[in-house]
């Protein structure tokens, strides 16, 4: 998300006892960020939920600083003597209280994000280790009922470029081969061709 971005979330809110119940929802973001309905940095909702009820609040954000924003949920639920009507919604009889919070970064205005997996892991990996001294394309067979493969290349800063070559069988012609070459000319020309 960057500055200036609005984000809408949806708090779903649900009653699991027999009778109706009073909630009060009260949403609270740190600085740096505020609601659009209202301009501020909190918004409390009031509603009546049904026996096994439930319902969802959807918000707009909008962020105006860049760094960590902060957004916290408290929704407090009192037990009702009748479903009928709103003027028992000032209830003091608390049955459940939940709070919950989320964290999201605000890159300044600009910035694309990227992201990345830190942690992978691959029931079938297969890893393949070429040198400068041994250099060498070595066939890998594409999963089965997958729609992609991931390939993860690491390679020290001077060793060379990196070559993928990507063809639909093990013995396919060199025409219909493409290749995928990381890093050639000093590090500072990445492309692809065929052939």
């Not at 924003?69 to 000032?90: F, H, L, Q, R, W």
């Not at 939940?98 to 997996?117: F, H, K, Q, Y």
């Not at 001077?158 to 396919?172: D, F, I, K, Q, W």
Request: with cysteine.
């Amino acid at each position: 998300m960057r500055v200036r971005e609005s984000l809408e979330v949806d708090i779903k809110i649900g009653n699991n006892i027999n009778t109706c119940m009073d909630v009060t929802a009260l949403l609270a973001l740190s600085e740096g960020a505020q609601f659009l309905s209202n301009g501020l940095l909190y918004v409390t909702e009031r509603l009546r939920l049904g026996p096994h009820g439930a319902t969802s609040l959807v918000v707009r954000l909008l962020v105006t600083t860049p760094g960590l924003k902060n957004m916290t949920v408290e929704v407090n639920g009192y037990s009702s003597i009748s479903c009928e009507g709103s003027d028992g919604i000032n209830n003091t009889t608390l049955a459940g209280a939940v709070v919950r919070s989320a964290t999201v970064n605000v890159l300044p205005e600009g910035i694309i994000r990227s992201d990345t997996e830190s942690a992978y892991f691959c029931a079938n990996e297969n890893m393949i280790i070429s040198t400068a001294d041994s250099y060498k394309y070595e066939w890998v067979r594409a999963p089965r009922n997958k729609d992609s493969v991931i390939v993860e290349m690491k390679t020290e800063k001077r060793a060379g470029p990196v070559h993928v070559a990507l063809t639909e069988n093990r013995s396919a012609t060199v025409d219909k081969m493409y290749r995928i070459t990381i890093g050639d000319s000093d590090n500072t020309v990445t492309w692809i061709g065929r052939g």
